[in-house]
């Protein structure tokens, strides 16, 4: 299968600085990525959909200026958490989707904890 | 919008089968996916079924689709500790075009 690789797989960061998410598929072009949050024990909730070389498209409740997606190639999305704060603290998931395929395939996850 | 719902816990001894549900309520949904998530870990696709399909078989795996009432189930046969994971169903498609997930069910396998 293809493969998603997330990077990177843990950080700690201080409360107020900025963290960036890097989300990249190595073998294949991927012209959507997602990108989840998942909260201790809960499910994966749906934060943006993003389209390679436009703006990302985000759930209701999600602040776009706190969390910045840029999905500039078919190989690479980010995703910018900016001025974090302990609430942000979670675990944040990328999954990537190839032109006309409904597979979506996953990252190993990045956990993030603000201090 | 989509919602996808599963029990929250299953547990069996080794070797027994184990039968994890979800409900979904998009009609159109198209695809349906099985995840599993081990501690700490992303989500490693396991099997999904087309919407016009009833049933799928994958070695130890098969998954039902009861299209009319919504229903989904994943089979897993003679379960292993190493199958002790939280299961994600998660239903594409439809008007959303987005991938939404089941509040995932915790199989606990007893030795």
């Known amino acids: 299968g293809a493969v998603v690789s997330q990077h990177p797989s843990w950080v700690i960061c201080k409360s107020g600085t900025s963290v960036k998410i890097e989300c990249r598929s190595l073998?294949?072009?991927?012209?959507?990525m997602f990108w989840y949050r998942q909260f201790p024990k809960q499910s994966l909730m749906l934060m943006a959909t993003?389209?390679?070389?436009?703006?990302?498209?985000?759930e209701q409740g999600v602040e776009k200026d706190k969390f910045l997606i840029n999905h500039a190639s078919l190989t690479l999305s980010t995703l910018t958490v900016t001025s974090a704060h302990p609430e942000d603290s979670s675990f944040y998931i990328c999954?990537?989707?190839?032109?006309?395929?409904?597979?979506?395939?996953f990252g190993q996850g990045t956990r993030l904890t603000v201090v | 919008g989509e919602d996808v719902e599963q029990s929250l816990f299953l547990s069996v001894r080794e070797g027994d089968s184990s039968v994890i549900n979800c409900t979904y309520t998009?009609?159109?949904?198209?695809?349906l996916y099985w995840y599993k998530q081990e501690p700490g870990a992303g989500l490693q696709l396991l099997t999904y079924?087309?919407?016009?399909?009833d049933m799928k078989q994958d070695q130890r795996l098969t998954v039902l689709l009861n299209k009319k009432d919504k229903h989904l189930s994943l089979r897993i046969a003679d379960t292993q500790t190493g199958d002790s994971a939280i299961y994600f169903c998660?239903?594409?498609?439809?008007?959303?075009?987005?991938?939404?997930f089941g509040t995932g069910t915790l199989l606990a396998v007893q030795p």
């Open positions: 998660a239903a594409y498609g439809g008007a959303t075009n987005k991938l939404i």
């Open positions: 079924i087309f919407s016009n399909m």
């Open positions: 993003s389209n390679e070389g436009s703006k990302a498209t985000y």
């Open positions: 999954s990537a989707r190839r032109e006309g395929s409904t597979e979506a395939f």
């Open positions: 073998d294949f072009q991927a012209t959507t």
């Open positions: 998009d009609s159109s949904s198209t695809y």
